[in-house]
């Protein structure tokens, strides 16, 4: 079997060695050492000032629009996770979609001013598979109308725009360290942000708002994350440049053996700056995508469509339609991209698709001669009877 992906784990020694240092400390969570460590490398591993590790990327996003305090409508794309959506819902707030890019996936900037209202507080774009939006639009525009900015980077890890980390644009930026992410802590996230009195006002929301041991100076949650989790993040770091070597690779691979296939490929900001988390390709159809999956699956071969649906279906929010997205969301698929998928699978993913695309070309050209004779035939026919008739 082959699954869309596998989370990268390192040497059991490795985690274990870690997991004896909890033990004998018997410090498990509450911003412990491994924790306070992961931060600080991170923050030396990607560049940025300020971050805070937290437990999962969706409660990222939440504090990032309770610490702007942000109201009424929230410009968003329909073509991202659930999470992105969900937590605009969530916060009491309205998602107001703007279609995507055809070529991206990410948000059309050109189109965001035009669904700009007195009601607006922020736009929250997703940087789609771990391509950046247009960033630098993107700030102009909230600029203009004195708009929040979040960005939704939970593909981005290893990803950089204009050589910085793309984690440092926006007021916030939210990630997602879970496992099925190419960088992961089993479950955690984290949120950046250039700003330190927003930093400090959301690590004060991590731990329900203390300031002291019987003081509240914020309104918080319990968005801490544990030693545990913090020993998987520190193990993965230090293998994480050979697990983007080997996707930046077996991407190239696919490319190669690809490159015949009648399909769309992503169109990405910066082939050196990208981080190859997924492997998307659209078909020109919807039954043509629907053909590959269900044709790979009884190989066994597991693919995923992602995003699907659009989210300005979703049932809780004004239901809009996204003529780009929508056609998106219903022919696009990733392919199976993971540090252990072997070059043999990789050829095996890729033969199938070219020989589905081969089998489906040739029944295709055979029911169009199909209709050509019948056509002729027709014609045939209808000659006859004139000719008939006239005798």
């Not at 050209?365 to 008739?389: P, R, Y």
Request: hydrophobic share 40%; net charge neutral.
């Amino acid at each position: 079997m082959i699954p869309v992906t596998k989370p990268f784990l390192p040497a059991e020694k490795e985690f274990k060695s870690y997991v004896k240092s909890i033990w004998e400390r018997q410090w498990l969570t509450n911003n412990g050492p491994l924790v306070n460590t992961l931060e600080l490398k991170l923050k030396e591993y990607l560049g940025v000032d300020h971050l805070l590790y937290v437990s999962n990327g969706t409660v990222a996003l939440q504090m990032a629009i309770q610490a702007l305090n942000l109201t009424g409508e929230i410009i968003t794309t329909p073509f991202s996770f659930v999470a992105t959506t969900s937590t605009i819902v969530w916060q009491n707030c309205k998602p107001v979609f703007v279609d995507i890019d055809p070529e991206t996936f990410n948000i059309d900037a050109s189109k965001i001013e035009a669904a700009i209202t007195p009601q607006t507080s922020a736009i929250l774009a997703t940087h789609v598979y771990g391509t950046p939006c247009d960033i630098d639009a993107i700030q102009y525009i909230a600029d203009k109308y004195g708009l929040k900015v979040i960005y939704d980077a939970a593909h981005c890890f290893g990803t950089r725009y204009k050589n910085r980390s793309v984690f440092d644009y926006g007021d916030i930026t939210a990630t997602s360290f879970h496992s099925t992410k190419l960088f992961h802590t089993i479950e955690g996230g984290a949120v950046f942000t250039r700003q330190p009195a927003l930093l400090k006002k959301m690590a004060l929301m991590r731990n329900f708002g203390y300031s002291g041991v019987d003081e509240f100076s914020e309104l918080g949650i319990n968005a801490k994350n544990c030693e545990f989790h913090a020993a998987m993040g520190l193990c993965n770091l230090n293998h994480i440049d050979e697990v983007l070597k080997k996707r930046k690779y077996l991407s190239a691979q696919y490319m190669l053996r690809l490159s015949r296939l009648d399909v769309q490929f992503q169109k990405l900001h910066s082939i050196e700056d990208y981080n190859y988390a997924y492997f998307p390709i659209m078909f020109k159809s919807e039954e043509l995508m629907k053909e590959s999956k269900a044709k790979l699956e009884l190989a066994q071969i597991y693919c995923r469509r992602y995003f699907y649906p659009s989210l300005s279906a979703l049932p809780y929010v004004d239901n809009v339609k996204m003529p780009v997205c929508d056609s998106v969301a219903s022919r696009i698929m990733c392919l199976p991209l993971y540090h252990t998928l072997t070059i043999s699978e990789l050829d095996l993913i890729c033969r199938l698709l070219l020989r589905i695309q081969s089998e489906s070309q040739a029944a295709e050209s055979k029911h169009f001669g199909m209709l050509i004779a019948d056509q002729i035939e027709s014609e045939i026919n209808t000659a006859t009877v004139k000719v008939n008739g006239s005798l």
